[in-house]
Nanobody, 123 residues
Framework: QVQVVESGGGLVQPGGSPRLSCVAS????????MGWYRQAPGKERELVARITNGGTTNYADSVKGRFTISRDSAKNTVYLQMNSLKPEDTAVYYC?????????????????WGKGTLVTVSS
């Protein structure tokens, strides 16, 4: 089994700079990528930022220059540093881990999701 757990959400004032953390644990052979998604009320879930095991990152246009994704591979942990927060960044932020496990030479890849952490940007 694999568990993905986020932390670091809460109420933040506009312009604030919180950092979210996400840890993947359990039966993990290889993490291909980890990322952050968010879902605002009444909207679909969208990609915020993603980082591959090779270190390649990509960001939603709405957060480029304000958010930074990073990782600690040894700890199976990914971080999202959020700066200059705006009210429109209010959402539940979900962590995703794309993991490959192997059994008898065969590999299978699956996406695992955390339960989400709420970030509310308000004065």
């Amino acid at each position: 089994q694999v568990q993905v757990v986020e932390s670091g959400g809460g109420l933040v004032q506009p312009g604030g700079s919180p950092r979210l953390s996400c840890v993947a644990s359990g039966s993990i052979d290889s993490i291909n990528a980890m990322g952050w998604y968010r879902q605002a009320p009444g909207k679909e879930r969208e990609l915020v930022a993603r980082i591959t095991n090779g270190g390649t990152t990509n960001y939603a246009d709405s957060v480029k220059g304000r958010f930074t994704i990073s990782r600690d591979s040894a700890k199976n942990t990914v971080y999202l540093q959020m700066n200059s927060l705006k009210p429109e960044d209010t959402a539940v932020y979900y962590c995703n881990a794309r993991i490959t496990n192997y059994l008898k030479g065969a590999g299978w890849t699956r996406d695992y999701w955390g339960k989400g952490t709420l970030v509310t940007v308000s004065s």
